[in-house]
Antibody, heavy 118, light 110 residues
């Protein structure tokens, strides 16, 4: 069964950092483009970042550029999102998803919740 | 304000047809592809349409997608109460070099 499971979310103070993980089973993370998408409570989907299947290309939403870093560990079959300088506007459910905007994101995790508050 | 514009809500009766529009620009829909997602309450998004009009395996043919210029449309026929959900369009924006989602459309099946 193909599955993505996120972890690493939690409550963090403004200005703090968190590293989110997305462990894949049934697929090999390094074979696909992978994305992070977030959804603030009661709000819509917002794309955050992506990494190419080769690992050589990474892209970020303007709102997180310079603060977030996407990466992966092929040996652990895990996708990561390092989040620094967090602000209240980063409070959301963060989900990882496999795919591209052309072929669609066809596998999604259930997400991990990040709350930025003092 | 989302880069892709969707109506906040649509509604129709069971068995009827509904369309959801997604308006973009030449740097996203106009030069690329659109995908559509269904998000049932409390669940992860589900891919309904890829490459403007392709249905992944397992998606009912009641769901269809089309694109014209800088706009796209999701159509749902034979509406069922189980179709009540939020629907999102998405595309890659070559100018922003970023993915963009529409603001989402809440479908109510009356």
């Amino acid at each position: 069964e193909v599955q993505l499971v996120e972890s690493g979310g939690g409550l963090v103070q403004p200005g703090g950092s968190l590293r989110l993980s997305c462990v894949a089973s049934g697929i090999t993370v390094s074979d696909y483009w992978m994305n992070w998408v977030r959804q603030a409570p009661g709000k819509g989907l917002v794309w955050v970042s992506r990494i190419s299947s080769e690992g050589s290309t990474t892209d970020y939403a303007d709102s997180v550029k310079g603060r977030f870093t996407i990466s992966r560990d092929s040996a652990k079959n895990t996708l990561y999102l390092q989040m620094n300088s967090l602000g209240a506007e980063d409070t959301a459910l963060y989900s990882c998803a496999r795919g591209t905007f052309r072929n669609g994101m066809d596998v999604w995790g259930q997400g991990t919740t990040v709350t930025v508050s003092s | 304000q989302s880069v892709l514009t969707q109506p906040p809500s649509v509604s129709a009766a069971p068995g009827q047809k509904v369309t959801i529009s997604c308006s973009g620009s030449s740097s996203n829909i106009g030069s690329g592809y659109v995908s559509w997602y269904q998000q049932l309450p409390g669940t992860a998004p589900k891919l309904l349409i890829s490459e403007n009009d392709k249905r992944p395996s397992g998606i009912a043919d009641r769901f269809s997608g089309s694109k014209s210029g800088t706009s796209a449309t999701l159509g749902i026929t034979g509406l069922q109460t189980g179709d009540e959900a939020d629907y999102y369009c998405a595309s890659w924006d070559s100018s922003l070099r970023a993915g963009v989602f529409g603001g989402g459309t809440k479908l109510t099946v009356l």
